[in-house]
């Protein structure tokens, strides 16, 4: 019966549709940060989305704010995917190519030469926890404390990092022009 | 530190994209309606549809009386009520919260069988949780869902029960075939923020199944007509 109080309270103050309209431009760059094309990061934006507007009722305001918690959803999303496209490539082509794990449509086929196009395979090729940080920081632009809270590190652990990797980023970039 | 390479790589989304993400979830709020909506005993709503139907018939005339008749239909053995409101009137809405769980496991929990179909349209994979809402009178209900990629979302709800009066638009629903057997399908729904029906190209087919209602729902943009019935063909 608590549970069922606190569910009719929450009803009534998330406010949806202003959480969401906040939320999808920072998760669908959560993706892209990842290294996902930017046609693949808005299905997994679009399968976030669809996700928790089914789970909405079990989303509970006094253990977190919405944004995090719409953020833990994008979270296993971005999991499953790499998971499900890692069993369906034969393992010598992800080595050689991590590339290829991302679709290859005509539209964004024509991106491929720019700067930007170079980032996104560099940050591809990004072990997992540096690129999550890197997706959290500039694709869901949150502060070094929020980070921390969703990753469980320090925040003076995150700031060494993302430090070291947008540098590595950097030099990667001037490399490769 | 010089970050602006990364800052310029962040993008707005494609109104298009947000446009149709708005309409595949528009689904989802038409279905937690229905769940509003179904607060209702099922056998005090038939009570009250036949209480209204008396009333009517002993106050109206009788070409009104006739159209009236029409409103309340049986189509395929599931009950709708047709209307231009919406049927909770303004009660206030309770949210009833489910219970999510593995296929296996609510295999084992609910007392009927769930029977899945064969054949969905290819790209569609089967989700690994499903959901159930138990209602006070001990009505269950299993939502199971399909998932593609940048396609609307596949939905089987299953309604333990063949006696259930479904609330739908005015001029909705039409008669199919399933197997050789008749079946209903629903065009539109009910858009919560507007407070109106309206066809947006939800398309739902309820089938009745053993002892239970199966109900298919998606988008016409997605999976057509002929694929949902081919989807509820496959049923075992």
Known sequence: MDRLKRLLEHEKVVNWEKEFATALPRIMNYFRFHGVENLVAEDLT?????????????YLSEKSKVSTWLFTIAHHTMIDYFRTRIKELPLDILEDRPERLVSNSPEEA??????????????????????????LKYGAEMTNR????????????????????????????EDEK | MNDKFLKDFRIEPRPAFVQDLSLRLQIHEEQTSLVKTHRLRPIAFGAITLLLILAFMFTISPAARAQVQDWFSQVGGVFFTATGDYPGGDEPVTIVPSEEMSLIEARAVLPFTVDLPVWVPEGYVLEETVNILRFGDGVERVFIHWNAPGKALLELKIEDAVNSNWAVGLGSIEEVLINGKSAALVRGGWNFDKKQWENQGQLQLYVPHQAQTYIFSSMEKDISIDELILIAESLP
């Open chain 1, 146 to 173: 929020a980070i921390a809270k969703q990753t469980g590190l320090s925040e003076t652990n995150i700031g060494t990092i993302l430090n070291r990797v947008i540098k590595a980023l950097h030099t990667q970039m």
């Open chain 1, 110 to 135: 024509a991106q491929r030469s720019d700067d930007k196009e170079c980032l996104r395979r560099i940050l591809l090729a990004l072990p997992e926890r540096e690129r999550e940080l890197i997706a």
């Open chain 1, 46 to 58: 679009a399968s976030t989305f669809e996700k928790a507007w089914r789970k909405r009722q079990s």
